[in-house]
C-alpha cells in the first residue's frame, strides 16, 4: 500500500518512537537478567519468564504491529468515498423510509476524513509513549518485584489522551 503524504508525515512520531525503543533494547539486552518480568499486576511483577529476544522485545513487536494496522486504517479512512461523494447525499434506506445522513458512519468531507486519519496516528504515537513506559520496567537491570504506584497512571494516562484525540476528530467530522 503506498500511502499518502499526509499519513507519512503524521507517522512519523511513531517510526521514531519505534526505533528509538528498538536501539533502547538492543542497548539494554546484555545487561538483562535471566528473568525478566512476564506480566505486571496491581502488586507489582507477578509473573516471571526467561530472558530471550521474544520476550525483551514483545512490547516493541507489539507496537510495531499496532502501527502498522493504524497506519493502514488510516490510509483507508482517506480512500473510502465520503458520505457527500454517496448518492443521495449518504442516506442509508430503512424499513421505514430513509434513515438521516448522519446515521453513515463515514466522514462527511475530505477535511474530517484527514482529520480522523490524523488522529488515529496521533493515537498510535500514544500508544507508543504507553509501551516506552512499559519498556522502562521491562528492562531494568535488577529482577525486582515492587513496580512504583505511578506505573499504572503513566501508562494508561497518554492512551486515554490519544483516545479523547481520536473521539473529538470522530464527532466533529459528523
Known amino acids: 500500500m503506498v500511502m ?19 536501539i533502547w533494547g538492543v542497548l539494554r539486552y546484555p545487561h ?5 518480568p512476564e506480566h505486571i499486576g496491581s ?3 507477578d ?4 530472558r530471550s529476544v521474544g520476550s525483551a522485545f514483545a512490547l516493541v513487536f507489539v507496537y510495531a504491529g499496532v ?3 493504524l497506519a493502514g486504517v488510516a490510509e483507508l479512512t482517506l480512500r473510502a468515498a465520503r458520505r457527500a ?3 443521495d447525499g449518504g442516506a442509508v434506506p430503512s424499513a421505514g423510509g430513509e434513515s438521516p445522513p448522519w446515521r453513515v458512519k463515514r466522514p462527511l468531507t475530505r477535511a474530517s476524513a ?3 486519519a490524523r488522529a488515529l496516528l496521533v493515537l498510535n504515537a500514544c500508544v507508543g509513549i504507553s509501551f516506552l513506559v512499559g519498556c522502562g520496567v521491562l528492562w531494568r537491570s535488577a529482577p525486582v518485584r515492587e513496580v512504583s504506584g505511578w506505573l499504572f497512571a503513566a501508562m494508561l494516562a497518554p492512551i486515554l489522551a490519544g483516545t479523547a ?3 473529538a476528530a470522530a464527532v466533529r467530522g459528523r
Request: aromatic residues 4%.
Open 165 to 167: 484525540v481520536t473521539v
Open 32 to 36: 538483562l537478567p535471566d528473568r525478566i
Open 43 to 45: 502488586d507489582g511483577v
Open 114 to 116: 484527514l482529520r480522523n
Open 85 to 87: 461523494e454517496l448518492p
Open 47 to 50: 509473573a516471571w519468564t526467561d
Open 4 to 22: 499518502s503524504s499526509s499519513v507519512r508525515l503524521w507517522l512519523a512520531p511513531s517510526v521514531v518512537l519505534i526505533t528509538s525503543l528498538a
Open 67 to 69: 502501527t502498522l494496522l
